[in-house]
């Protein structure tokens, strides 16, 4: 009972915080960034090492700037993600720019659905809420469900104030059938790691081997689906451009891991290019391939 109250306060306070103009929030993470970069060192050693191993051409110093430019951002996106309980839909579209979306539209026009993926780059959380704004469907972002009942429940209802859905990964097929006779797109975060039973698909991602997630690919290959990569990039502080790429318009013809390798390849040249932007604090290369 305790745990629950504490858990209502503390989304009272996140939801007052919300209310705060973002340049007034960005001042307070300025803060923050100093709190958990130089006091806290939270996850230090493990975005050290993952910067390390994906850019071993890079020398110390250069290394050194992507972790706190890296750090900024994290503590930016924090309050972003609060600023989520009540930013308007007219403030999110000034934000968030789309590119290609009518490619999108254009499917659901004719009463087909699509499947599309992207990573954890920039503000993927303004992105899946921002989608449900210019999309001419329902739109169900699959996410991992939180352990704090009460806190799964707070993120779901700000993740959807503008008409999209959420389903949790393990419903993802469940809702998929339930919804097979309307146009839908289901968004998938396909960067993150695989349990180890599921980790049956090796490439090398970040100069890495790296296990992929190849549900998607599945999914798009049995329902003939198109697919397409939802890039998002950092223009400015608090303000992102999204490109709306086709990888895939025939699943059903196309090699099998061609989608993944696809996805996959995109996300990694976009992590080249601006690297600071990803999420770096993700123990992503936690397995390893069996030998």
């Not at 599309?116 to 993927?124: D, F, K, L």
């Not at 995109?266 to 290019?273: A, F, M």
Request: charged share 25%; aromatic share 14%; hydrophobic share 40%.
């Amino acid at each position: 009972m305790l745990k629950k109250a504490a858990s209502y306060l503390a989304i009272f306070f996140i939801y007052v915080l919300s209310l705060l103009p973002l340049p007034v929030l960005y001042v307070i993470s300025d803060f923050v960034y100093l709190l958990v970069y130089y006091v806290l060192g939270y996850r230090k050693a493990v975005v050290r090492l993952n910067l390390k191993n994906s850019f071993p051409e890079k020398g110390e110093e250069e290394l050194l700037a992507i972790e706190k430019e890296f750090y900024k951002y994290l503590s930016g996106l924090i309050f972003e993600i609060i600023k989520m309980a009540s930013i308007s839909s007219g403030q999110l579209r000034r934000r968030f720019k789309f590119k290609n979306i009518d490619l999108i539209n254009a499917y659901f026009e004719r009463g087909e659905s699509v499947l599309a993926c992207s990573g954890h780059y920039g503000n993927w959380e303004w992105g899946a809420l921002s989608i449900g704004l210019v999309l001419k469907c329902d739109t169900y972002a699959i996410y991992k469900p939180l352990s704090n009942k009460v806190f799964d429940a707070f993120f779901q209802r700000i993740r959807t104030r503008f008409g999209n859905k959420v389903v949790p990964m393990r419903q993802t097929l469940r809702v998929l059938t339930e919804t097979k006779e309307k146009p839908t797109m289901f968004l998938f975060g396909n960067d993150q790691a695989p349990p180890k039973s599921e980790s049956h698909y090796w490439t090398s991602f970040l100069n890495q081997q790296t296990s992929v997630q190849q549900g998607m690919e599945k999914i798009a290959i049995k329902t003939k689906r198109p697919v397409f990569y939802i890039q998002l990039t950092k223009v400015r502080r608090g303000y992102y451009e999204v490109e709306c790429m086709p990888i895939c318009p025939n699943p059903a013809e196309t090699p099998i891991n061609e989608i993944t390798q696809k996805h996959t390849r995109l996300l990694e040249k976009l992590i080249e290019d601006e690297p600071a932007y990803w999420l770096w604090s993700h123990k992503r290369w936690k397995h390893q391939p069996t030998q």
